[in-house]
């Protein structure tokens, strides 16, 4: 069983100690600091791709089971430049594959939901409709790019959306099929969603989550980068 396959960590261990390290630092002060360390074609790439990245579509995970899956869900979103990924655990602790994930795990946000009615209440206070990934749904992956603000909810591999969650989704999306199999692998299903759900939308993360992403990314480039941050508090 992939859940107890050797390299396979539980989705709070995917780097948060080393996030929070930085994170717990004034933003603006860690860049003061690091920012002069690091070469200036790093410092471009860096910020060309936060200031592309985008808080419009986020995804919803629910119930993951595969822990490959979880991992290839991750990169895809740091691939399409999806910033907040939301999994929803029932019975199940969230578990990923590091050695899939490729280090994309640095990048985004990852949030954990133990309820689907405060995972809901959240997504819908940041002004995000939820589209569920259905085989029957009415939807096509290019109508995604005309939905404002949107959450893509993932189902679980076996199960697929639970009704609580699948309730609170207001439209519906497939991926086309010709084809005799009736569906794809989840992580397959969001790369193609993710593909078309971001097409031509321009970066629109806060500016504060600009910096905040910014620091992350001069904390990761810098060598020693904890001795250099050592005297903040």
Same mark, same amino acid.
Not at 42 to 48: C, N, Q, T
Not at 186 to 200: G, K, P
């Given at each position: 069983m992939r859940r107890t396959t050797a390299g396979v960590v539980p989705g709070n261990q995917l780097l948060p100690a080393l996030i929070a390290r930085v994170e717990r630092h004034d933003a603006a002060r860690v860049v003061r600091l690091l920012e002069p360390l690091v070469l200036d074609r790093?410092?471009?790439?860096?910020? /060309?791709v936060i200031d592309r990245r985008l808080a419009s579509v986020q995804v919803v995970f629910? +119930?993951?089971?595969?822990?490959h899956n979880g991992a290839a869900v991750v990169r895809s979103c740091e691939a399409f430049?999806?910033?907040?990924?939301?999994?929803?655990?029932?019975?199940?602790?969230?578990?990923?594959?590091? /050695?899939? +994930?490729?280090? /994309?795990? %640095?990048?985004?946000?990852? %949030?954990?939901?133990?309820?689907?009615?405060?995972?809901?209440?959240?997504?819908?206070?940041?002004g995000l409709e939820l589209v569920a990934?259905?085989?029957e749904g009415d939807l096509l992956p290019h109508d995604l790019a005309s939905i404002p603000r949107l959450a893509l909810v993932l189902g679980n591999e076996r199960d697929g959306i639970a009704a609580a969650l699948a309730a609170s989704c207001t439209k519906r999306v497939r991926v086309p099929m010709r084809g005799f199999v009736e569906s794809l692998n989840? /992580?397959?299903?969001?790369?193609?969603?993710?593909?078309?759900?971001?097409?031509?939308r321009a970066g629109d993360l806060s500016e504060a989550d600009r910096l905040r992403l910014y620091a992350r990314g001069l904390y990761f480039t810098v060598d020693k980068a904890d001795e250099v941050l050592k005297d903040l508090a």
């Open positions: 790093r410092a471009e790439r860096l910020r /060309s629910d +119930a993951p089971h595969d822990p430049g999806v910033q907040f990924v939301h999994v929803v655990e029932r019975k199940e602790k969230f578990l990923a594959a590091p /050695s899939v +994930a490729r280090g /994309s795990e %640095k990048w985004v946000d990852l %949030k954990r939901w133990s309820s689907v009615d405060e995972a809901v209440a959240s997504l819908r206070a940041d990934a259905e085989a989840v /992580s397959v299903t969001a790369a193609i969603l993710l593909a078309h759900a971001t097409r031509d």
